[in-house]
């Protein structure tokens, strides 16, 4: 992988979700820069990185165009998290959680990110990298009420959540 550009975002935190899906949607009018990118974002006082990839995921571009992804989520888990505390993120995807718990446990906290896609646990292990994370245990296992081996389906290049 290149060497990523860093971008500080802070000239679009306003731009409605349905403004992104429309870029989106255009692409062929659009001139995105060379990915992978790393943008920098502060959502509830905490300064996080996050890899860009993919201008077309959906959680991906809400980060890079308005710099935040569900912010009235992450204002709860503001509220809601304390120094110290234990976090498990199931399904973590790229981050966004886990990087944002992470930074409100601090030292002391833990958080544990579950993600079972190689494609998104990679994307996952880089943002923890670029963020410097050291109380954060990345698993690459799926959660079920049984033990056993199952297949995983439904990723898409547009939403990369949508997976089970």
């Given at each position: 992988?290149?060497?990523?550009?860093?971008?500080?975002?802070?000239?679009?935190?306003?731009?409605?979700?349905?403004?992104?899906?429309?870029?989106?949607?255009?692409?062929?009018?659009?001139?995105?820069?060379?990915?992978?990118?790393?943008?920098?974002?502060?959502?509830?006082?905490?300064?996080?990185?996050?890899?860009?990839?993919?201008?077309?995921?959906?959680?991906?571009?809400?980060?890079?165009?308005?710099?935040?992804?569900?912010?009235?989520?992450?204002?709860?888990?503001?509220?809601?998290?304390?120094?110290?505390?234990?976090?498990?993120?199931?399904?973590?995807?790229?981050?966004?959680?886990?990087?944002?718990?992470?930074?409100?446990?601090?030292?002391?906290?833990?958080?544990?990110?579950?993600?079972?896609?190689?494609?998104?646990?990679?994307?996952?292990?880089?943002?923890?990298?670029?963020?410097?994370?050291t109380n954060v245990q990345l698993?690459?296992?799926?959660?079920?009420?049984?033990?056993?081996?199952a297949s995983f389906s439904g990723?898409?290049?547009?939403?990369?959540?949508?997976?089970?």
């Amino acid at each position: 992988m290149k060497a990523s550009t860093l971008i500080k975002i802070t000239q679009f935190p306003l731009i409605p979700n349905r403004i992104v899906k429309w870029i989106n949607q255009n692409k062929n009018y659009i001139s995105y820069p060379d990915l992978p990118l790393i943008v920098s974002t502060s959502v509830c006082g905490f300064n996080r990185k996050f890899e860009i990839r993919n201008f077309q995921d959906l959680i991906q571009s809400n980060i890079y165009f308005r710099g935040f992804y569900e912010i009235r989520e992450s204002k709860i888990f503001k509220k809601i998290l304390k120094p110290g505390d234990t976090f498990i993120d199931v399904g973590a995807n790229l981050g966004w959680y886990t990087v944002l718990a992470a930074k409100i446990v601090g030292s002391h906290g833990k958080v544990i990110a579950l993600e079972p896609s190689n494609k998104v646990y990679s994307h996952l292990h880089r943002n923890i990298e670029i963020n410097s994370l050291t109380n954060v245990q990345l698993e690459k296992i799926a959660l079920s009420d049984t033990n056993g081996t199952a297949s995983f389906s439904g990723i898409t290049e547009i939403n990369q959540g949508i997976g089970s």
